[in-house]
């Protein structure tokens, strides 16, 4: 059996107002917390064991999840008293994994959208009788990642801090996120202070002659650290063309959870996601967006790619374009918001005070 960790301990930073009253894992793509759709993944490639490393707002995780039957999974928790860095939490939970020192443990991050085959990296980890095996993708432009190269056989050769110039762009294959790691490796990370397993763990490994094997998958993946990416996210999830098992219903245009209201005249399109107990008047256009549970948006208003927060009002004929909108705000009619704008929680905007800005 491979167990699993999940690191959900992040503060979500360059996602509030989202992640203010809610840890990024736990904020609702397609309908469920974003969480959910790992979790089915992973139980869907046999995984039935997963500890979760909780920090931020960890209160939240286990009142929903319980413990994890309802997803045929057996969920544990573990708190980070103090931030300890993705090998430190790692390192944290050790003493709820039930692997032997050699068999293989999966960890992935609480906040990648992917279609990884999760049973193949396994299989490969198994195969090439690595220490650690390390889920790659390519992707156009990599300045912003470590990038991994590997040689002929998988077997990664080092790995490099985010390339400022063309001549240190060496591969397009950067660190996804998901990895199998022997389980003594996990016992022998230091306790007790933050350990970065991307810094610290992986070149230490590497320099000692440990066997790092890199497994190039590039099906859909999606880094969800931005609200921009996030709302993409649910919307892919939504039509399709992001998999999990997790998604309600049919794909589709729109996805509308049962005790929502949307008049029969409103245009929902692009993976828009209506969440519980939400209201959608009159002819409202909502496009590639995510309304969250018991917002309301009004008559006319338009909402292009924003995500708009729980308990949240759109006033009538307000045209939201790549905004996101806190829990509980309130932004008045005829507003424009645009271009990375954010309203933070419980903030009210007047009826006409603002047009094109993203200063909110």
Known sequence: MTEA???????????RPLTVNTPKPMVPA??????THQLARARA?????????????AEVFEPYFGDGSALGLHLEYVTEEEPLG??????????????GPDEPVLIFNGDILTGLDIEALV???RSSGAD????????????????VPTDADGRVRAFLEKPQTPEEIVTDQINAGAYVFRRSVIDAIPVGRPVSVERETFPDLLSSGAHLQGMVDSTYWLDLGTPQAFVRGSADLVMGRA???AVQGRCGDRLVLPTATVAPDAKL??????????VIAEGARIDGSAVLDGAIVEEGAVVTASLIGAGARIGARTVLSDVVIGDGAVVGPDNELRDGARVWCGAVLPASSVRFSSDQ
Do not use: M, Q
Not at 30 to 35: K, N, Q, T, Y
Not at 132 to 147: K, W, Y
């Open 123 to 125: 299989a490969t980890h």
């Open 45 to 57: 490639a046999g995984v039935e064991h997963i500890v979760l490393a909780t920090s931020y707002l």
């Open 5 to 15: 960790i999940l690191l959900v301990g992040g503060k979500g930073t360059r996602l």
């Open 132 to 147: 650690v095996s390390l889920h790659l993708t390519r992707v156009e432009d990599p300045r912003a990642f470590g990038l």
């Open 30 to 35: 397609a309908g469920v917390p974003f969480l």
């Open 243 to 245: 998999p999990s098992p």
């Open 269 to 278: 399109t692009g993976g828009t996601v209506i969440g519980a107990n939400a």
């Open 86 to 99: 993705t090998g430190g939490a790692i390192r944290n939970v050790a003493s709820r994994l039930r692997s």
